[in-house]
Antibody
Framework: DVQLAESGGGLVQPGGSLRLSCAASGFTFRTSWMHWVRQAPGKGLVWVSRITSDGSTTNYADSVKGRFTISRDDAKNMLYLQMNSLRAEDTAVYYC??????????WGQGTLVTVSS | QSALTQPRSVSGSPGQSVTISCTGTSSDVGGYNYVSWYQQHPGKAPKFMLYDVSKRPSGVPDRFSGSKSGNTASLTISGLQAEDEADYYCCSYAGSYTVIFGGGTKLTVL
């Protein structure tokens, strides 16, 4: 079974940085594209970023482009999201997910990021 | 890019069928057969219900079906059950390896 476990969330001040991690198991991580998706409190799902299996191609939503960086470590079966210049509107639960036909498929339980002074 | 358009809420009685629409543009829903649907219960992670418009992942009941016409995709749930009450989100590939979600639909089982 696919298992994804996000960590690294917490309270951060506006302008600050945070790195989220996603531990993957139960599938062949090194051949899998991966996504980050977020959900603000009481709001809908919003796609954030995607990385190809070899890490050579990354894509971002316009709202995070230039501030967030997705990366992976296949030796550790880990996915990351480096978030810089954080804003109040980045407050959300962040989910990592596997990919099927270009869209997120299996999801972790999420980690909450709160940006507030 | 604006979210795909879904009705804010739908409802149905047990045993009935309901359909949730998801309207996009020719740059997303209309341009690709990479539409997926997710079910989310309160406080839980989304669950993958359909992909490639109408394919069901292993374990998803065949009461859940999908279709697409032009720029609008649809999720139909037949034989409605109490546990189907949840939020439902559509999602589409939008080109250039990006993805867009719908705003979500709250399904109430009366």
């Amino acid at each position: 079974d696919v298992q994804l476990a996000e960590s690294g969330g917490g309270l951060v001040q506006p302008g600050g940085s945070l790195r989220l991690s996603c531990a993957a198991s139960g599938f062949t991580f090194r051949t899998s594209w991966m996504h980050w998706v977020r959900q603000a409190p009481g709001k809908g799902l919003v796609w954030v970023s995607r990385i190809t299996s070899d890490g050579s191609t990354t894509n971002y939503a316009d709202s995070v482009k230039g501030r967030f960086t997705i990366s992976r470590d296949d030796a550790k079966n880990m996915l990351y999201l480096q978030m810089n210049s954080l804003r109040a509107e980045d407050t959300a639960v962040y989910y990592c997910a596997t990919d099927v036909s270009y869209v997120p498929s299996s999801w972790g339980q999420g980690t909450l990021v709160t940006v507030s002074s | 890019q604006s979210a795909l358009t879904q009705p804010r809420s739908v409802s149905g009685s047990p045993g009935q069928s309901v359909t949730i629409s998801c309207t996009g543009t020719s740059s997303d829903v209309g341009g690709y057969n990479y539409v997926s649907w997710y079910q989310q219960h309160p406080g839980k992670a989304p669950k993958f219900m359909l992909y490639d418009v109408s394919k069901r992942p292993s374990g998803v009941p065949d009461r859940f079906s999908g279709s697409k016409s032009g720029n609008t995709a649809s999720l139909t749930i037949s034989g409605l059950q109490a546990e189907d009450e949840a939020d439902y989100y559509c999602c589409s590939y939008a080109g250039s390896y990006t993805v867009i979600f719908g705003g979500g639909t709250k399904l109430t089982v009366l």
